[in-house]
Each structure stands twice: as structure tokens, then as C-alpha cells.
């Protein structure tokens, strides 16, 4: 399959969370992350053709998804979202600051794709009930992207993982502990169940950076 190389980056606490609690915006605890970290993560920004988050994750954070710490071209950004959900005012279709992509299913309304569209962004249909990955990330590469940083949320990353679509996880360890039974960690979904089910990762790289440990980690 010709796909973009996938990375997923994520700042995640001690204890795995993404954010402070469910359905909070992650901005709130990345307000923890000092100026070293903001530059790691804006970086890899910068070295992206292409960065993606779930629908979800714009419904919640609001994010730009733009390089602003460091020098450097904002990536295309990619929404999935399969009825293309998301407002009309979302900050990722601002599409005067970077290009977007929003990719829906089949079950998107075509009034809603229309209203997409008429904001700037490209739609791609990929899958037919939910956004259907491997199609999507095929057509992505024959748009030119070569390397695609997912910044998460839990369900994106869990679904790509799943599908063997990740090549690279590299995380931002926030030194705090938040607890919660439904608060989002780095992965959800159904869970593997099994250690020869589970997908495993080797290290590639751990230092400090600033007041964070950093983790690199790559397919086996
Ligand atoms: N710490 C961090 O680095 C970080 C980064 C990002 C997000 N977050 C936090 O994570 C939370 C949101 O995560 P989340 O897990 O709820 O949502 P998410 O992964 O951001 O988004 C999930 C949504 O993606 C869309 N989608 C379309 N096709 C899909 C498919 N095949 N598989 C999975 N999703 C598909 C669906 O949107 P539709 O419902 O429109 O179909 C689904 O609801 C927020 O609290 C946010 O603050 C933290």
C-alpha cells in the first residue's frame, strides 16, 4: 500500500491521559508544556506535509493546527469526520492560514459537503459509514503527502493503530497526574485483548526536554 509515513505525536501525563477530563479542551493541560516542548512539537509540524485530528478533537479543542513556535510552512491539515460534523467557524477551516483537507464517509449529507467546500477546504469520501483509513491515507499519498503527524485524539489514534497504519509514536510526558476511569488516554476503542494481538513498538530515542521527557518509539 503506498500510504504517507504516520506519526502519531501526543503530549500524554504520567498516567497516559490526554486532557484534564472528558470532553475538556486539551489546550487546558498543554498550558503545562514549556517553550522547549512547544518548539519539539512545532518542529515536527514544520517537517509534515500533513497534520491530522479527529472531529472530535475539533469540536473540543478548537485547534489551528499551525506552525508558530519555529520557523517554518504550516502542513496541510486533515480532518476526519464521517457526516462532516464539525462548525462552520472551526479554526481548521480557516483555510487563508493553511490548506485543509475534511474527509468524510458516504453518509455525509452533499448540502454539508457543499457548505465544506465553500470554505476553501478539499473533501474526500474514504468509507462508507465511518472515515475509512486506508482508503483515505492512499489518497492522500497521491496528493503528495509523504509524512502525515497525527496529533490524536484517543479514537483516531486507536483506529489507525489497529490498522497498522502507524509507523512512529512519539510522546511528550507532562509531569502531572490527573486519574479519571473516562478521561481519554493516548488509545481507546475495544482494546487488543491479547499480547500476540498487541502492537508492539521498540525505542528509538528518550531525553529530556525542558521540564518533559520525550519518548520516540518505532514499529517492530
Ligand atoms: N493531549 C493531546 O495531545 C491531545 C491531542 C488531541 C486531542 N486531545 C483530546 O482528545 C479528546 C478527543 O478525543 P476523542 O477520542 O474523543 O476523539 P477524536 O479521536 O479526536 O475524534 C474522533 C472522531 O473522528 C471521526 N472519525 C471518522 N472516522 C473515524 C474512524 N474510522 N475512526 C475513528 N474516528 C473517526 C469521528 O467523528 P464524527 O463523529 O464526526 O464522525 C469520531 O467521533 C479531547 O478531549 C481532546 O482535548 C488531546
Known amino acids: 500500500m503506498k500510504r504517507p509515513y504516520v506519526l502519531i505525536v501526543s503530549e500524554v501525563t504520567i498516567d497516559g491521559k490526554l486532557t484534564l477530563a472528558k470532553g475538556v479542551s ?18 515536527i509540524r514544520a517537517e509534515c506535509d500533513g497534520i491530522m485530528v479527529g472531529a472530535n478533537t ?17 502542513p496541510v491539515r486533515v480532518i476526519p469526520t464521517s457526516t462532516g460534523d464539525i462548525p462552520l467557524d472551526a479554526n481548521v477551516l480557516n483555510t487563508e492560514v493553511a490548506p485543509t483537507v475534511i474527509a468524510v464517509s458516504e453518509k455525509a449529507p452533499p448540502d454539508r459537503i457543499k457548505a465544506i467546500e465553500e470554505k476553501g ?10 472515515v475509512d483509513f486506508v482508503r483515505l491515507l492512499e489518497r492522500l499519498y497521491e496528493m503528495g503527502m509523504k509524512k502525515l503527524m497525527v496529533e490524536g485524539g484517543s479514537k483516531v489514534n486507536w483506529e489507525l493503530i489497529k490498522n497498522d497504519l ?10 502531572v497526574v490527573v486519574g479519571g476511569d473516562d478521561v481519554p488516554s493516548l488509545t481507546s476503542g475495544e482494546g487488543f485483548g491479547s499480547l500476540e494481538k498487541v502492537k508492539r513498538f521498540k525505542i528509538k530515542r528518550i531525553f529530556q526536554c525542558g521540564n518533559q521527557v520525550i519518548t ?3 514499529r517492530e
Open 26 to 43: 486539551s489546550k487546558e493541560i498543554m498550558k503545562l508544556m514549556d517553550e522547549e516542548a512547544n518548539r519539539y512539537l512545532h518542529r
Open 58 to 74: 475539533v469540536r473540543i479543542d478548537n485547534p489551528n493546527l499551525t506552525v508558530r513556535y519555529v520557523e517554518g510552512e504550516n
Open 121 to 130: 477546504a478539499k473533501v474526500i469520501v474514504a468509507g462508507k459509514e465511518r
Open 166 to 175: 502507524v509507523d512512529e509514536i512519539r510522546l511528550i510526558h507532562l509531569p
Open 216 to 218: 520516540e518509539y518505532e
